[in-house]
């Protein structure tokens, strides 16, 4: 016998270790991805209204915006399945 220990001790120490592990469900990564798409859009907003980021098109904050307008809704229509 070895100084691991049997097979079977083995086995359920890697049971244990992918157990511990984070899995972020579907709808925590719609929540993270509204999250951060809404503080872009934020972010780019004010500070185009500050007159420091100009040379940005609009398209670009039109874009975030509907990214986070569409991740907010996804992420609250996956929250009421439940």
């Not at 016998?1 to 719609?30: A, P």
């Not at 100009?54 to 509907?66: A, R, V, Y």
């Amino acid at each position: 016998m070895s100084d691991f220990g049997d097979r079977d001790s083995l086995k359920c120490q890697v049971k244990v270790y992918h157990s511990n592990r984070y899995y972020m469900t579907l709808t925590q990564k719609f929540a993270y991805l509204f999250s951060i798409s809404f503080g872009l859009s934020i972010l780019v907003y004010l500070l185009r209204g500050f007159g420091i980021v100009t040379f940005l098109p609009g398209g670009i904050l039109l874009g975030l915006l509907l990214l986070a307008i569409s991740t907010f809704f996804t992420y609250t229509i996956l929250i009421t399945k439940r």
